[in-house]
């Protein structure tokens, strides 16, 4: 049996706001399915993210490590940070390079975009790959403590292989740039 597109449609019938907070808010929906039957949806709303992959003239990555309250650990992953309202990804990408790395990029190129986990949020986080750097001033927010390290692609690849590197904006990100 196939369906067409049309026959996938959920239709919003209404909305309630359960949350506002400083990152996501969250809603409760009521769709109509396809079968007519009405389905309640949760909703995290997110303004949106970057990635950023620093590549270095020498073909090595600089990744940052930080710790991470919701899994509670410190991770390594590829610099990355949220839209500012009315921000436009690029500049939001040389931003989070500068406050985490401590880099300016000459060269930036989207590699592309894409929903983190579209079963419950509407995230969208643009991944770019950040070549020809410059040192510029480390300035991370105040509530962040990063430490920013540069690994060859050699040991990025073993790092993903031994799971040391686990959060999946970084692997897409990594292997979209070809490390």
Known sequence: MSFSETDLIEKQLGSTRLFEGKIINLRRDEVLLPNGKTATREVVEHPGAVAVIPRTKEGNVIL????RHPIGKIILEVPAGKLDPDE????C????LAEETGFFANRLRKL????????????????YLAEDLE??????DEDEFITSEVYSPEQIRQMIASGEICDAKSLVALCLAGI
Do not use: C, W
């Open 64 to 67: 940052v490590r930080q710790f």
């Open 112 to 127: 592309t975009s894409m929903y983190t986990t579209p079963g419950f949020t509407n995230e969208v986080i643009h991944v």
């Open 135 to 140: 040192e510029s001033d480390k300035q991370p």
């Open 88 to 91: 436009k990804p690029e500049a």
């Open 93 to 96: 990408a040389l931003r989070e």
